[in-house]
C-alpha cells in the first residue's frame, strides 16, 4: 500500500512498511547511520540517523513511515542532534585516524566529514582498552569500537549458528569480547567480511593492511552521502 508523508516539507508517496530511512535515500535525502546496515534486521543501537518524526526525536532506520508521517530530517536543532551524537561516540572512544587501517575506509571517519565535524563538544574519556591479539586472523582494536553490535549479531560460525562477537559489560566498562576458538575457524573470506561489517577499525585482518592505496579508498573515491544515496556504503 502506498502512503503519503513529507520529508522536510517534501510531499512523498512511499509504501507503506519501509522505514523512514530507506524511503529518505530513495528519494535524495540523506540520513546518516553507523550501525544500521540495509537488508539486515535493524539494530538501533547507535542513534546517528535520529530524526524528528511528528514532532518526537526517534531512530529513522527503527520506525516504518505511515500515511501523514510530517520527518524534519535537515532542520538546524535535528541536524545538531546527530552531530552531537557523533562527536560523543568520538569522544568515547580513543581514534587516531591518521595511524588507522580503516581511515578512508572507515563510516565513522566519513560521517564525521559529513555532519562537519571539527572536534568533539564533549570531553575526551580516554579510556584504557586493551587490544585483544589472541585470535590467528583477527586484531580487535578495542579503542574504536562503538558498540555498534554488527559484528554480534551478523557474524556467526558457519557450522553452529553460534555467535564469534560479543559485548562484556555495559556503559564505560563494556568491551567487545571475541571468542577465539570460533575466530580461528573463520575462512580468510568470513574475516575479510566482517572486517568490512565493522563500521570503524576494530575488527582488523590480521593478513593484510593498507592494501588500498591513499586516494582510493572508499569514502575517499565517493563520499559516505553519495554511496549511502545509490545503496553501496555498505
Ligand atoms: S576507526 Fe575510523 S574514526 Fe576511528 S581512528 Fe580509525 S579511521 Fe579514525
Ligand atoms: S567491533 Fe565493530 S562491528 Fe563489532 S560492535 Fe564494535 S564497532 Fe560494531
Known amino acids: 500500500m502506498i502512503v503519503k508523508i513529507t520529508i522536510d516539507g517534501q510531499a512523498i508517496n512511499a509504501r507503506e512498511g519501509d522505514t523512514i530511512v530507506d524511503v529518505a535515500a530513495q528519494n535524495g535525502?540523506?540520513?546518516p547511520t553507523l550501525c544500521y546496515t540495509k537488508g539486515k534486521p535493524c539494530l538501533g543501537t547507535c542513534r546517528t540517523c535520529s530524526v524528528n518524526v511528528d514532532g518526537r526525536v526517534m531512530a529513522a532506520c527503527t520506525i516504518p513511515v505511515r500515511e501523514g508521517m510530517e520527518i524534519d530530517v535537515n532542520g538546524a536543532e535535528i541536524t545538531d542532534m546527530r552531530k552531537a551524537l557523533v562527536e560523543l561516540l568520538f569522544s568515547e572512544g580513543n581514534h587516531n585516524?591518521?595511524?588507522c587501517e580503516k581511515s578512508g575506509r572507515c563510516e565513522l571517519q566519513a560521517t564525521g566529514y559529513e555532519v562537519d565535524m571539527m572536534v568533539s563538544r564533549f570531553p575526551y574519556r580516554f579510556t584504557p582498552r586493551?587490544?585483544?591479539h589472541a585470535s590467528k586472523?583477527?586484531?580487535?582494536e578495542r579503542d574504536r569500537c562503538i558498540f555498534c553490535q554488527r559484528c554480534v549479531e551478523f557474524v556467526r560460525d558457519k557450522e553452529t549458528?553460534?555467535?564469534i562477537?560479543?559485548?562484556k559489560g555495559r556503559g564505560t566498562q563494556a568491551s567487545i569480547e571475541i571468542d577465539v576458538d570460533l575466530a580461528n575457524k573463520m575462512s580468510a573470506n568470513q574475516v575479510c567480511e566482517a572486517s568490512d561489517l565493522c563500521p570503524?577499525?576494530?575488527i582488523i585482518d590480521k593478513t593484510q593492511g593498507f592494501?588500498?592505496?591513499i586516494g582510493k579508498r572508499k569514502f575517499e573515491v565517493k563520499t559516505i552521502r553519495e554511496r549511502a544515496l545509490e545503496g553501496t556504503h555498505r
Open 29 to 31: 535525502v540523506y540520513i
Open 211 to 213: 592494501d588500498v592505496p
Open 165 to 167: 562477537f560479543s559485548i
Open 200 to 202: 570503524v577499525g576494530c
Open 137 to 140: 586472523t583477527i586484531w580487535l
Open 130 to 132: 586493551v587490544v585483544d
Open 161 to 163: 549458528d553460534q555467535k
Open 97 to 99: 585516524c591518521p595511524s
